[in-house]
């Protein structure tokens, strides 16, 4: 039971590069969300996903994209990369209809846009 | 706006000392977590606080929620340095059904000094 995976966990760009971050995750989780977390700011939701072919926007949303075509499946696409998107990147994943709702976090992808 | 700030974010503590980290979020709330990260690592979930009163303990650390306060907090009995690490307070602002959305505090960076 690998949890929610992630991959790369490192990532350099230059700016106006695109690129895709992958998140999987093997729990049947409906719900899954994408945080940025950069110094003294705590994470920030971009996106989330209450299930398959639904999506939302969180707090951070501009210059990105998601889809989610699979319950397993929500990958992050940059679509031209900026410095101001150097950060980590971290999926999170969680169970519909419990009253704890405890979100499960990958590993993180580090990503720097030069 | 959802607002979840925390204090200290920062500190500095000796072995077998107590200390308590705060939580202050802005709007009412069903769901609250902490969350540990070591450097590097991912965010491992301590305690959820479903209720006004509630307290969880799990070995030297403490949290409890005081709802009409909007208030959380997280005590440390008799630090030790494996307690080191970043600890965030988030809270689930759906209002009722989570869809995974988390507001995250700034995160306080503790130290454990022998």
């Known amino acids: 039971n690998a949890g929610v995976t992630q991959t790369p966990k490192f990532q350099v760009l230059k700016t106006g590069q695109s690129m895709t971050l992958q998140c999987a995750q093997d729990m049947n989780h409906e719900y899954m969300s994408w945080y940025r977390q950069d110094p003294g700011m705590g994470l920030r939701l971009i996106h989330y996903?209450?299930?398959?072919?639904?999506?939302d926007q969180g707090e951070v949303p501009n210059g990105y994209n998601v889809s989610r075509s699979t319950t397993e499946d929500f990958p992050l696409r940059l679509l031209s990369a900026a410095p101001s998107q150097t950060s980590v990147y971290f999926c999170?994943?969680?169970?519909?209809?419990?009253?704890?709702?405890?979100?499960?976090f990958g590993a993180g992808t580090r990503l720097s846009v030069l | 706006e959802l607002k979840v700030e925390q204090n200290p974010l920062f500190l500095s503590m000796q072995e077998g000392k107590n200390y308590t980290i705060y939580c202050n979020y802005s709007t009412t709330s069903d769901r609250l977590y902490w969350y540990r990260q070591d450097p590097g690592k991912s965010l491992e979930s301590l305690f959820v606080?479903?209720?006004?009163?509630a307290v969880k303990q799990e070995g030297r650390l403490m949290a409890s929620l005081d709802t009409k306060a909007r208030l959380s907090t997280l005590h440390i009995t008799a630090a030790v340095h494996d307690l080191s690490a970043t600890y965030f307070c988030?809270?689930?602002?759906?209002?009722?059904?989570?869809?995974?959305?988390?507001?995250f505090g700034q995160g306080t960076i503790l130290t454990v000094h022998p």
């Open positions: 606080l479903l209720s006004n009163g």
């Open positions: 999170a994943s969680s169970r519909a209809g419990f009253s704890e709702n405890i979100q499960y």
């Open positions: 988030a809270v689930d602002d759906a209002g009722g059904t989570s869809y995974g959305k988390l507001t």
């Open positions: 996903s209450v299930g398959a072919g639904i999506t």
